[in-house]
């Protein structure tokens, strides 16, 4: 059985997370994000979302790793930084109710969405430029970026929060990470 | 989501052999958890658990008398009336964490006085899962999380549903054929009417407030919202018949939701939002205004304090 784990950051929604992986039908199990990569076995691994950056913990160590790996919202953005790209304030927090843009129908993890989906999100900080490798796979009107990509080495980010229930399709994106991880 | 008859046989399993011979004690709030946990404890061990319902005064309406009715069946029922000492406690308090902190000692000291009669080791909590998160998150304390165990000196805490979401809970109510008022009913606060209440808990506002949710929970129930309520927000002016009015504003709030963790506000016809507003500030002198809270969670939560 596919076995996939979400790496805490202390983000209100990480149970959601455990709970999407577990409707999907996949083996999965939340870690505190202080265990480093070498102790978890895994297929895949999510970077939960999480109030700080001061408390991630081991979660850059996972991007070194040879299995897929999905940020969520602090998670997309602490992915960001470590590899080169950068993040900021936004001018307009992110709160609730977003229409986001997909920008590339082809990605693996959101281009199944084409071409915009209504998502839930809760983020005053955000991706301003994306680390090398990387492309934008979706904006919105409130969040240049809103996800990106980079297939090569299996990472994918995503702004907004697929496990809320208010997500529209989130399952979907859950699922298309899973397939990545098979 | 949970397999409901599976857990409702393993839970009392593990109640049994948590509690084995002992007594144990469980706090009824009226809400769905606590209603189940006291349900399946019940199950598990019969009289030998003491179902407590504290009769806060921050109530909803009617809501004791239909504790007493739908708790019949458990002849260990005990119904404490604690109105007074809870409003004296809320006496000149208005922060909002100071008031959860002082309703959360004012029932452990009404919960202890009928632990130590009863002789409970055990204390059995309807704890679920999102009260942990916003817990550890420090979003808001819940009354349900610490507390009484520091004070008594139980042997332990049971919780049964601490892994399930509101949903699942409610799967386990309807399976274990509580009656449809309490699996289907709104989530209530533990700390009842006194966070639809911002600033002071006075005996006058928590009447605005608790005639105000009726009225709201009465207009909305064919918009099947998750939570519909109505809060005291502050004081603004009006007039009636012709006299200026200082009166209280009313937030009438209702959301649809799934578990709880986020929310949307609902959007209702201006019809209803007009017979809401007009009961409210027609059978209520002392209110002089009513809104409608438009704001999901994020970034709001679903109740005020």
Not at chain 1, 7 to 17: I, P, W
Not at chain 1, 74 to 94: E, R
Not at chain 2, 200 to 207: C, Q
Request: net charge negative; with cysteine; glycine share 10%.
């Amino acid at each position: 059985m596919t076995r996939i784990v979400v790496v805490d950051n202390h983000g209100q929604f990480t149970h959601l997370e455990g709970r999407a992986l577990r409707d999907v039908g996949v083996d999965t199990d939340i870690v505190d994000n202080e265990t480093p990569p070498e102790e978890v076995d895994a297929d895949g691994v999510v970077l939960s979302g999480g109030p700080d950056m001061d408390r991630i913990g081991h979660s850059a160590d996972y991007l070194d790793g040879d299995v897929p790996v999905l940020g969520i919202c602090l998670g997309m953005q602490l992915m960001a930084k470590s590899l080169g790209g950068a993040t900021a304030s936004g001018d307009y927090g992110g709160y609730a109710d977003v229409t986001v843009d997909i920008l590339d129908d082809e990605d693996p993890l959101v281009g199944s969405l084409a071409p915009e989906t209504r998502v839930w999100a809760s983020h005053a900080d955000e991706v301003v430029e994306v680390p090398e490798g990387f492309t934008r796979t979706a904006k919105s009107d409130v969040c240049g970026v809103e996800a990106m990509s980079d297939p090569d080495r299996g990472l994918f980010g995503v702004q907004w929060h697929p496990e809320v229930a208010h997500t529209e399709r989130g399952q979907e994106v859950f699922e298309n990470f899973v397939a990545l991880c098979e | 989501m949970v397999d409901a008859p599976i857990f409702i046989e393993e839970a009392t399993e593990e109640i049994r052999e948590q509690v084995g011979d002992d007594r144990a004690l469980i706090a009824l709030s009226g809400g769905v958890d606590s209603s189940v946990a006291a349900a399946l404890a019940y199950e598990a061990i019969g009289d030998r658990l003491t179902p407590v319902y504290v009769d806060t005064g921050l109530m909803r309406k009617g809501e004791t008398a239909q504790i007493r009715e739908t708790f019949d069946y458990m002849e260990s029922l005990r119904v404490v009336e604690a109105q007074g000492r809870f409003l004296d406690a809320l006496s000149g308090v208005t922060d909002p964490e100071e008031k959860r902190k002082v309703i959360g000692e004012q029932f452990i000291r009404e919960f202890e006085t009928v632990a130590t009669e009863v002789e409970a080791s055990w204390l059995v909590q309807g704890t679920i899962y999102p009260d942990r998160i916003e817990s550890e998150g420090n979003i808001k304390s819940h009354h349900n999380v610490g507390g009484l165990p520091d004070v008594v000196d139980f042997d332990g805490i049971v919780e049964p549903v601490r892994d399930l979401y509101k949903d699942e809970v409610r799967d386990v109510a309807r399976e274990l054929g509580l009656d449809e008022l309490v699996a289907e009913r709104m989530p209530f606060p533990g700390p009842g009417l006194a966070v639809r209440i911002v600033g002071e808990v006075t005996e006058e506002k928590v009447e605005v407030a608790r005639e105000s949710c009726h009225v709201v929970e009465e207009e909305l129930e064919e918009y099947e919202p998750w939570q519909a309520f109505a809060a005291v927000i502050g004081k603004a002016t009006g007039v009636k018949g012709d006299n200026r009015v200082h009166g209280w504003v009313v937030a009438v709030r209702s959301v649809e939701s799934r578990d709880g963790m986020t929310a949307r506000a609902q959007e209702l016809d201006w019809q209803t939002l007009q017979r809401i507003q007009s009961r409210i500030t027609g059978q209520l002198p002392n209110v002089a205004r009513v809104v409608y809270d438009v704001t999901h969670k994020p970034p709001a939560t679903i109740e005020y304090e």
